[in-house]
């Protein structure tokens, strides 16, 4: 028998095609364990705003193949504050709800963490077209997210190599170049730069000149958004036009374009339904085990979970950005164990773009 009478769910972040998919299968397996289900409507803000709505069996018919996410989403500010806080655990205490399950990115995971800590148990399903989530090998978005950049750029090929053009695709994925990586592979790119991997501007613009004379008319660029530069006033600005301008001063005609927000509509694949319900069920499993403060992870092909905490850390290890003191809460096992998923990513990462250097000519 399960102490939970009912538990919430929520969406939050930037959507992620399948986050539907996630919220279905929480809601099912709940209530298939005869627990009760409330919807949180626009993330964390309907907790603090206490919006929200119950859900049934029939109220995630049908939303599988949706994108998008049905109980929509929010990147709260008011919620990171004690106020704010303070209204979400009144919110939960004034409709019964025993527990969480948020579907999102890292800043839902620190959420999910907060509330455990406000006494509001949660677990964390990975949500996010980035695949930035250094803990997991997997976030669910990121295989539609793959193939609708591909679809799109597909598209500029053709069009390129009917007017024997280069086009520069910028990419979503805040300072995460995992889109750019696998897309840029799988689309035949000429060139991609990422974030994590230094670029050779000055290789890459020389390999699209010799392309170019060896008779390739069609050329495709794959930059992330998180590359950047600044301008002649010392201003930030993104990378990809920069170098859309530079190959165009080498005399090759470039067009440009920015998927932006593009990417993150759409059906979801097989690959993140499947996944996303997996991860769905897992959380709701954890719960009933009265296991909660856990992200849902994939590793190596299975669903498993880990401390958020650890999580949140070994994410700053791998982006460089570990503040003072984060360290000290785990023994030379977990840090040892933080360092290999570090070094799993990079290595990934690195074998990818090396391969790809030698095969996208
Ligand atoms: O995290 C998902 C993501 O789409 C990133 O790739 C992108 O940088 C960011 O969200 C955009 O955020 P917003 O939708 O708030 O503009």
Same mark, same amino acid.
């Given at each position: ?30 209530? @298939? ?10 993330? $964390? ?26 109980? $929509? ?22 409709? !019964? ?13 620190? &959420?999910? +963490? ?24 997997? +976030?669910? %978005? ?19 190599? @009917? ?9 979503? !994925? ?13 689309? %035949? ?36 958004? !998180? ?6 006033? &010392?201003?930030?600005?993104? $990378? ?13 005609? +470039? ?14 694949? =097989? ?20 296991? @909660?403060? =856990? ?51 990079? =290595?990934?990462?690195?074998? =990818? ?9």
């Amino acid at each position: 028998m399960s102490k939970f009478k009912r538990i919430g769910v929520l969406t939050s972040g930037g959507d992620a095609p399948g986050m539907n998919a996630a919220v279905r299968a929480i809601t099912r397996k709940a209530l @298939s364990e005869g627990v009760e289900v409330m919807g949180v409507i626009g993330g $964390y803000s309907g907790l603090v705003n206490d919006n929200m709505i119950p859900l049934e069996t029939g109220s995630v018919s049908n939303i599988i193949t949706q994108g998008g996410t049905m109980l $929509y989403s929010d990147r709260c500010l008011e919620f990171k504050t004690e106020e704010g806080m303070a209204k979400a655990i009144a919110t939960c205490k004034r409709h !019964g709800i025993d527990a969480i399950v948020a579907v999102g990115g890292d800043g839902t995971f620190r &959420g999910a +963490t907060d509330l455990t800590l406000h006494g509001i148990p949660a677990i964390g399903v990975t949500g996010t077209i980035d695949n930035d989530i250094t803990a997991t090998d997997y +976030t669910v %978005g990121f295989d539609t997210a793959m193939n609708t950049i591909l679809y799109t750029i597909d598209r500029l090929r053709d069009t390129c190599e @009917s007017h024997a053009r280069c086009n520069v695709v910028e990419v979503m !994925g805040r300072d995460c170049g995992q889109l750019s990586l696998m897309t840029g592979i799988a689309s %035949g790119a000429v060139a991609i730069c990422m974030p994590e991997v230094e670029f050779d501007e000055a290789k890459a613009l020389e390999d699209i000149k010799t392309a170019q004379a060896h008779g390739k008319r069609g050329m495709i660029v794959v930059v992330s958004e !998180g590359v950047t530069t600044t301008d002649e006033n &010392g201003k930030k600005i993104p $990378y990809s036009e920069v170098l859309a301008k530079k190959i165009n001063e080498i005399g090759i005609e +470039t067009k440009f374009v920015r998927l932006a927000h593009i990417v993150r509509g759409g059906s979801p694949t =097989l690959r993140d339904r499947l996944t996303a319900t997996k991860m769905g069920v897992k959380a709701v499993e954890l719960l009933l085990e009265g296991k @909660s403060n =856990l992200v849902v992870i994939e590793n190596d092909g299975r669903i498993e979970s880990m401390d958020i905490l650890f999580a949140l850390t070994v994410d700053r290890m791998y982006k460089g950005k570990l503040k003072d003191g984060d360290l000290d809460k785990f023994g030379p096992e977990d840090i040892k164990a933080m360092e290999a998923i570090c070094e799993k990513r990079r =290595l990934e990462n690195e074998e =990818l773009y090396e391969m790809a250097g030698k095969i996208c000519k």
